[in-house]
Nanobody, 124 residues
């Protein structure tokens, strides 16, 4: 089992940057596929980015491709989401997720473990 804690959210102007972190407990972090999701007010939770357990493969939603970068440091049990060129439509609560397995996972149902979320607000 793994516990996830997100941090790094906040208020930023459009065009700015933020870096989210997801710290995981447990000694088998490197065996988990990881992902980022987000949920805006009144909308369903949606996929943002995914990374496999080595960090060698990544996948992004079209809405963030070229602006966001997902990465992980297995030695630190931490995953990151670097967000650049932020837009007001990126405003949401961002969640990290984990699931045992090697490959990329892009659906909510693929993940067994979730963090509590961190708020990202982008002002225009």
């Amino acid at each position: 089992q793994v516990q996830l804690v997100e941090s790094g959210g906040g208020l930023v102007q459009a065009g700015g940057s933020l870096r989210l972190s997801c710290a995981a407990s447990g000694r088998t972090f490197s065996r988990y596929a990881m992902g980022w999701f987000r949920q805006a007010p009144g909308k369903e939770r949606e996929f943002v980015a995914a990374i496999n357990w080595t960090g060698g493969s990544t996948y992004y939603a079209d809405s963030v491709k070229g602006r966001f970068t997902i990465s992980r440091d297995n030695a630190k049990n931490t995953m990151y989401l670097q967000m650049n060129s932020l837009k007001p439509e990126d405003t949401a609560v961002y969640y990290c997720a984990a699931d045992v397995g090697y490959g990329l996972k892009m659906t909510l149902a693929s993940y067994d473990y979730w963090g509590q979320g961190t708020q990202v607000t982008v002002s225009s």
